[in-house]
């Protein structure tokens, strides 16, 4: 069965530094892949998405995704953090039948 | 373009009463979905439409749970009686079939609180 895990339940970064958030997920096919970002009292944006080809993907508002198929891992990455990317971030596997993670919230310091 | 609408976006009730959801889907949209976000958990799919018809609802709790989409497009879920652990949010999403992938847009959500 498919299964997302998301290691870091709370991660603090200052504003301008790099960030990674983790991502490991179960799946018996190649996998269609996603990180969706969540603000407070909002509904779920999709970030990015990974179907096949080239394993960095690009995403909205600087956020790219690595997939890494012998690590099962697609880890989330931004090079510089504004403070307006704190939210709950999620990690999701599969298509119409879609897995998330349990979610990493993401606290950005002055 | 409008996205997902619903309503109410909040809710109290008291255990065992009644409760009902409504979503809007974005115009075009042919599969809807509801989802459980229990606090600290990631989204939880309860069922799936695809226009009036149920694709997929395996995890939908049905001795207590229903939904329906009349006409294909509008979508109710209910619950009756409520219990303490449906204190949650409920997402709906939807999405436009095309191809293998549909990318799901997702309302706001309704907070359930029940006491």
């Known amino acids: 069965a498919q299964s997302v895990t998301q290691p870091d339940i709370h991660i603090t970064v200052s504003e301008g530094a790099s960030l990674e958030l983790r991502c490991n997920y179960s799946?018996?096919?190649?996998?269609?892949l996603f990180w969706y970002v969540q603000s407070p009292g909002q509904g779920l944006q999709l970030l990015l998405k990974?179907?096949?080809?080239?394993?960095l993907v690009q995403g909205i508002k600087g956020f790219e995704a690595e997939f890494k198929r012998s690590q099962s891992s697609f880890n989330l990455r931004k090079p510089s953090v504004h403070w307006s990317d704190a939210a709950e971030y999620f990690c999701?596997?599969?298509?119409?039948?879609?897995?998330f993670g349990a979610g990493t919230r993401l606290t950005v310091k002055p | 373009e409008a996205g997902v609408a619903q309503s109410p976006r909040y809710k109290i009730i008291e255990k065992r009463q009644s409760v009902a959801f409504w979503c809007n889907p974005i115009?075009?949209?042919?599969?809807l979905y509801w989802y459980q976000q229990i606090l600290g958990q990631g989204p939880k799919l309860l069922i799936q439409?695809?226009?009036?018809?149920?694709?997929?609802d395996s995890q939908l709790p049905k001795d207590r749970f229903s939904a329906e989409r009349l006409k294909g497009v509008d979508s109710t879920l209910k619950i009756q009686p409520a219990k303490l652990e449906d204190s949650a949010v409920y997402l709906c999403?939807?999405?436009?079939?095309?191809?293998?992938?549909?990318?799901?847009?997702f309302g706001p959500g309704t907070r359930l609180t029940v006491l």
């Open positions: 990974y179907f096949s080809g080239d394993t």
């Open positions: 999701a596997v599969g298509g119409n039948d879609m897995r």
């Open positions: 799946y018996g096919a190649t996998p269609y």
């Open positions: 439409f695809q226009n009036n018809g149920v694709v997929d």
């Open positions: 999403a939807s999405s436009y079939v095309k191809g293998s992938y549909n990318e799901q847009f």
């Open positions: 115009s075009g949209h042919a599969t």
